[in-house]
């Protein structure tokens, strides 16, 4: 192949997207495929253990997975600058950049494979389109954003808000099991009404629930869970994190 460098790495990341893509969507198939199977009476407990699945998997990622993946990352790119200077095709170059990318497309397929079993196809479909537009806008701001703003501090804010949806999903996967396994309704000890905040059969009320872990029926036990969350991820991983920073200042 005679490509330009330009083409070939253009190539190498549609390939990699577009099978990122297929990833996320024989995800969802699959998932269209076991709902069949799975009964009304078990679908809520394994719902409830897929969320809390998620929040522990979401934390380990971003804090083990990803700094690995951040230290290859740096030694790839080095390696990306050397061979642009060349001008004949590299089937390494090539390789690398479809890997990179489909790595990151098997972390959405891991992620999104709970949410899978409980929509139809055509609903998971189009959420991850329009997700995959939204990640494009955002992708465009964080690179905007890094030209004016400390790149520090941006990957520090989406750190905290990852760590949010975390709480957010175990939280949510706890209440689930305790009720529908247990009859406990934690939204009736302590509870916090806020019936200001939209019904969570709303849009918006379905994010805040989703993604925060706030509803109209919170609690100081609700609140708890996420607080214990908090604290754990903050003793094992953001406290020795700052302690290396203390250490290893640049």
């Known amino acids: ?146 030209i004016k703003f400390s790149i520090s501090k941006i990957f520090r804010f989406t750190e905290y808000m990852i760590i949010v949806l975390g709480a957010a999903l175990i939280q949510n996967g706890i209440t689930e099991l305790l009720e529908h396994n247990f009859d406990i309704n934690l939204s009736k000890i302590l509870s916090i009404p806020l019936n200001f905040l939209p019904h969570k059969s709303t849009v918006i009320g379905h994010m805040l629930k989703s993604f925060l872990g706030i509803s109209r029926e919170f609690s100081f036990s609700k609140l708890a869970i996420m607080g214990v969350y908090f604290l754990i991820v903050y003793l094992l991983f953001l406290k020795k994190k700052r302690s290396q920073i203390n250490i290893n200042p640049k």
């Open 1 to 146: 192949l005679n490509l330009k460098k330009e083409s070939e790495i253009s190539l190498a990341s549609i390939i990699g997207l577009l099978t990122s893509l297929l990833m996320a969507t024989g995800t969802y198939f699959y998932g269209n495929q076991v709902r069949g199977i799975l009964t009304e009476k078990n679908t809520e407990l394994l719902e409830s253990y897929l969320m809390i699945f998620s929040g522990i998997f979401i934390t380990y990622v971003i804090f083990s997975l990803h700094e690995v993946i951040n230290k290859s990352r740096t030694g790839t790119l080095i390696k990306l600058k050397q061979k642009l200077n060349k001008k004949v095709f590299d089937f390494s170059l090539f390789s690398m950049i479809v890997f990179l990318i489909l790595r990151e497309g098997f972390e959405i397929a891991l992620f999104t494979a709970s949410t899978s079993l409980f929509s139809v196809f055509i609903q998971n479909f189009i959420g991850l389109m329009l997700g995959f537009f939204v990640a494009s806008i955002l992708g465009l701001m964080t690179f905007f954003a890094y």
